[in-house]
């Protein structure tokens, strides 16, 4: 664990600028043009999908994801990106790690993304210091992206902020009775939805033609989904969760 020794310019509109500021990872990903992806803990079906397609080609396009590791939005956002392309700020010392269902991610992060903390060493999870988290979080990137709140959520914070920071913030349209706080931010006009997730991605960059998909072309001439889950265990449950693939019988088809 070590200590930012330089300014970052994008914090500069908190509310007072942390006194110190503690890292595991790679610095480096503080220059990248940055967007947050927050949400509730148990966020639907449709929420999930749409959160992790969003995080992976924001991450195709140069992107850096920015989150904060709870279960849910966040852990979903942090894989699709790819643990190269995310910056996760913990609300706890980076002594810890939590929440502990998310250690292996977290671990992974350390390692080759980037995790932060405003907290010391010993500081354990508690109530007040989230707040902090996702001020910290929103004020880090140009963009607030919200895939799934119900109104009087901790995710509405990170809303306010954004709000006072002056931040664009973008919503997924849900149907009515899910979602209750970002539909509501929608019909007051304090958020943008996101309609189109190829033609939202591209007002940040260029995707970049993939000549090679190794395990989609493995799916084309073998449909096992147990030979799958062999030999590509996470990037079936990715395919699942972003609608590249469907299982039915024990047999993958591509959508």
Do not use: W
Request: hydrophobic share 40%; proline share 3%; net charge positive.
């Amino acid at each position: 664990m070590r200590t930012v020794k330089e300014k970052i310019p994008e914090l500069e509109s908190m509310r007072k600028y942390p006194d110190e500021l503690y890292f595991k990872g790679n610095i480096e990903l503080l220059s990248r043009k940055k967007i947050s992806i927050v949400g509730s803990r148990k966020p639907n079906q449709y929420a999930r999908q749409l959160t992790h397609e969003i995080a992976s080609k924001l991450a195709q396009v140069g992107l850096c994801v920015v989150s904060g590791g709870a279960i849910g939005t966040d852990i979903i956002a942090h894989k699709a990106a790819g643990v190269k392309n995310t910056i996760m700020v913990a609300g706890t010392g980076l002594d810890k790690c939590y929440p502990a269902i998310n250690k292996n991610v977290i671990r992974e992060i350390e390692k080759d993304g980037l995790v932060l903390s405003q907290f010391r060493a010993g500081t354990p999870s508690q109530r007040y210091n989230f707040p902090l988290r996702n001020e910290l979080i929103v004020a880090l990137s140009e963009v607030l992206i919200v895939m799934y709140a119900d109104e009087n959520s901790g995710t509405m914070r990170s809303v306010e902020y954004a709000q006072k920071m002056g931040k664009e913030i973008y919503v997924l349209a849900h149907r009515i009775g899910e979602s209750s706080a970002t539909n509501k931010l929608l019909e007051q006009g304090m958020a943008k939805a996101i309609y189109n997730v190829d033609d939202f991605v591209k007002k940040f960059g260029t995707f970049l033609r993939n000549e090679s998909d190794e395990f989609l072309d493995f799916c084309k001439i073998n449909t096992s989904y147990e030979e799958a889950l062999k030999k590509f265990p996470s990037r079936v449950f990715e395919a699942e969760l972003s609608g590249e693939i469907q299982v039915i019988n024990a047999k993958i088809y591509l959508q």
